[in-house]
């Protein structure tokens, strides 16, 4: 019989795909068997640039920062708003002492009140049952921490377990604990619907606050447009999505660096963004009473661990956590939520300065360049020539690559200094 796709190893499964042979041949080049074992349907490893954000001081620390990205720009943008925290002594964080990750028991067509009774009667069982299904966290000094009953429309009702994960993420461990616990729940057996694990993370949330001189920004007017711009993330949802993608820019690069789960991240961020009912903008800045000041702020949830998940099945993982000083999770922590002021701040600045399509456009340009098929050789001559270009675009791009490489051809060669 025939094997199902699933069943093929990652050789056969190029071999089905209908590309050319030179093709296929990078991809079984960039095979990795580490990899091969993480995802399903696995044929080939995918490569994305690594860079660095220079100096980031968090809480007094200095810190080396891994990004990975795929957006120009991103990088530059982290070291920019970095460097003006930094000359006011960076950037300080505070969060809550003990965190806990929630995982829910979902029932439907059950009173709240009659599953309220029910955990208080019996929350010696729930203790046990939770410490039964996941030993090793109590061993390492987390577990079951809570539980609570909450009402939702129409006779749905989730008990909510709040569990301390240490140093994972915990998604495993929460979805274990919580198979554990229904046969606890027995009696409300009929009702049940779900045992998962909520990306929404109120109990994980980082404040960080940055200052910078009104006088390294260039002055009042930009000051003062920086602090205007800021209050539109307040009120307006346009303005405020953009802001918090914008946010994530940075703080997606250094969790994907890291090997923790960027889909956890950015949902547990945009639900606290929406919080109170409108969502805005996770940060905020304003000029201090003196004026001499731009004062900011950013609060949001950080739902990521140090170990677990891909974080020690990747190498790269490793290799991140390794330049940034194997930090625990407080400290992770206090460095992604810095990321995300810092690059807050390069973005506002940028849009109340020169605006965000010159700095962007010559990052861009790159990108451009590589898309029309310039060699590593010829990336920077092109760069150089769009920058004179009064459109930019494929076209442009393309025609100008052709007359660089004409004249190249005619002299000896102008892209390698001589
Ligand atoms: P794991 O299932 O890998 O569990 C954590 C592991 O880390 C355990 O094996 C634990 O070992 C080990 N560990 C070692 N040291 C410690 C320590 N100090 N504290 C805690 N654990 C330690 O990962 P998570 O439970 O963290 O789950 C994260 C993964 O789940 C991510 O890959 C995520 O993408 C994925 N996921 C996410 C979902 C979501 O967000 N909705 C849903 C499902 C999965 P031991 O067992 O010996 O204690």
């Given at each position: 019989m025939a094997k199902k796709f699933y069943q093929l190893s990652p050789d056969e499964r190029i071999d089905r795909l209908t590309v050319s042979k030179d093709t296929k041949t990078a991809l079984k080049r960039h095979q990795s068997r580490q990899n091969s074992q993480?995802?399903?349907?696995y044929i080939s490893d995918y490569n994305l640039p690594l860079g660095l954000l220079g100096n980031l001081i968090v809480d007094s620390q200095g810190y080396t920062v891994p990004m990975v990205t795929e957006e120009p720009s991103v990088v530059a943008a982290a070291n920019n708003g970095a460097r003006l925290l930094g000359l006011q002594g960076g950037v300080t964080t505070t969060s809550q002492e003990s965190l806990t990750t929630v995982g829910q028991l979902l029932f439907a067509g059950v009173n709240a009140d009659d599953l309220a009774d029910f955990v208080v009667q019996h929350r010696d069982e729930i203790d046990d049952a939770a410490r039964r299904a996941k030993s090793s966290i109590y061993r390492r000094?987390?577990?079951?921490v809570d539980v609570t009953v909450r009402s939702l429309p129409g006779q749905r009702t989730s008990v909510d377990f709040a569990i301390d994960t240490q140093a994972a993420m915990g998604a495993n461990i929460v979805n274990t604990i919580l198979e554990g616990e229904r046969s606890v729940f027995d009696p409300f057996a009929d009702r049940f619907v779900a045992a998962i694990l909520s990306?929404?993370?109120?109990?994980q949330v980082i404040t960080a606050q940055g200052k910078v001189a009104v006088a390294d920004l260039g002055g009042q007017d930009i000051a003062r447009k920086i602090a205007a711009l800021s209050d539109f993330g307040g009120v307006d949802i346009y303005r405020a999505t953009t802001e918090n993608k914008g946010i994530y820019n940075g703080i997606a690069a250094v969790t994907l660096a890291t090997g923790n789960d960027t889909r956890a991240i950015s949902a547990a961020g945009h639900a606290w963004a929406a919080g109170d009912g409108q969502y805005h903008s996770l940060s905020h800045w304003q000029l201090s009473e003196d004026g001499t000041q731009l004062l900011g702020e950013l609060t949001l949830p950080l739902p990521v661990g140090t170990v677990g998940g891909a974080i020690g099945a990747l190498p790269s993982a490793q290799t991140a956590l390794e330049i940034l000083g194997n930090p625990d999770g407080r400290h992770l922590r206090g460095v992604l939520v810095a990321v995300g002021l810092a690059q807050n701040l390069a973005a506002l600045k940028a849009l109340s300065g020169e605006g965000i399509q010159a700095g962007h456009m010559r990052m861009q340009a790159r990108a451009l360049a590589l898309q029309v098929g310039a060699q590593p050789d010829e990336v920077g001559p092109l760069v150089a020539a769009l920058a004179e270009a009064e459109q930019l675009d494929s076209a442009v791009a393309q025609q100008k690559l052709e007359e660089l490489r004409q004249h190249e051809s005619q002299n000896s060669n102008p892209f390698r200094p001589s």
């Open positions: 993480l995802i399903e349907n000094g987390g577990g079951l990306n929404y993370s109120p109990h």
